[in-house]
């Protein structure tokens, strides 16, 4: 069984960063893509960042390229989502992923590839 436990949330300004963190239980954080999703109230829950199992690779929504990081530290069993920059829009609860399936090769981008989700943590961006 896979387990996420999220932090980092928070109220910050416009302009301002956050980092979020996801902890993973489980012995097999090493061999899975994780990703990070947000969800914003009346909207669906949209793909923000992953980061392949080996660490090497990472892709971003266009709406955070050059603004957000997504970083994994295997001896912590952690990853990492660093937010820069931020704007009104990037508000939302947002939730880290498992991928479901163990050493995929390509990494996906899409929600129903992540079968173990984190409890969410909210983000505000707001004066």
């Known amino acids: 069984q896979v387990h996420l436990i999220e932090s980092g949330g928070g109220l910050v300004q416009p302009g301002g960063s956050l980092r979020l963190a996801c902890v993973v239980a489980?012995?097999?954080?090493?061999?899975?893509?994780m990703a990070w999703f947000r969800q914003a109230p009346g909207t669906d829950r949209d793909f923000v960042a992953a980061i392949h199992w080996n660490g090497l690779s990472t892709y971003y929504a266009d709406s955070v390229k050059g603004r957000f990081i997504i970083s994994k530290d295997d001896a912590r069993n952690t990853v990492y989502l660093q937010m820069n920059n931020l704007e009104p829009e990037d508000s939302a609860v947002y939730y880290c992923?498992?991928?479901?399936?163990?050493?995929?090769?390509?990494?996906?981008?899409?929600?129903?590839?992540?079968?173990?989700w984190g409890q969410g943590a909210q983000v505000t961006v707001s004066t």
């Open positions: 489980g012995h097999t954080f090493k061999t899975r893509a």
């Open positions: 992923a498992a991928d479901s399936i163990i050493g995929r090769m390509a990494v996906s981008t899409t929600r129903a590839s992540y079968d173990f």
